[in-house]
């Protein structure tokens, strides 16, 4: 069983930043494919950003693209999203979840279904 749980949230304004973090525990961080997702209010929860579990590949949704960068710590069991340039259509709630048999050390994985474990969530609210 893995437990992931997720800190780092707030309110920010436009153009701010906020790092977002992932506390895993349980069996082996380091062998797990990661990622964030977010869902705001009335709309279903989508992709933002992954990472193999080598941490040699990631992957990003075209709308945080070039503003926001994941990474991870396996020593710390720790995965981070740092967000940058912030919109107010970035608010939402923002989960990570854990792939936790990876097929290959570089694979990354965009769709919910890919995920066996969640966290709780993090409210990210961005004002204008």
């Known amino acids: 069983q893995v437990h992931l749980v997720e800190s780092g949230g707030g309110l920010v304004q436009a153009g701010g930043s906020l790092r977002l973090s992932c506390a895993a525990s349980g069996r082996t961080f380091s062998s797990y494919a990661m990622g964030w997702f977010r869902q705001a209010p009335g709309k279903e929860r989508e992709f933002v950003a992954a990472i193999s579990w080598s941490g040699s590949r990631t992957y990003y949704a075209d709308s945080v693209k070039g503003r926001f960068t994941i990474s991870r710590d396996n020593a710390k069991n720790t995965m981070y999203l740092q967000m940058n340039s912030l919109k107010p259509e970035d608010t939402a709630v923002y989960y990570c979840?854990?792939?936790?048999?990876?097929?290959?050390?570089?694979?990354?994985?965009?769709?919910?279904?890919?995920?066996?474990?969640w966290g709780q969530g993090t409210q990210v609210t961005v004002s204008s």
């Open positions: 979840a854990a792939n936790e048999d990876p097929v290959h050390a570089i694979v990354v994985y965009t769709r919910l279904h890919d995920y066996d474990y």
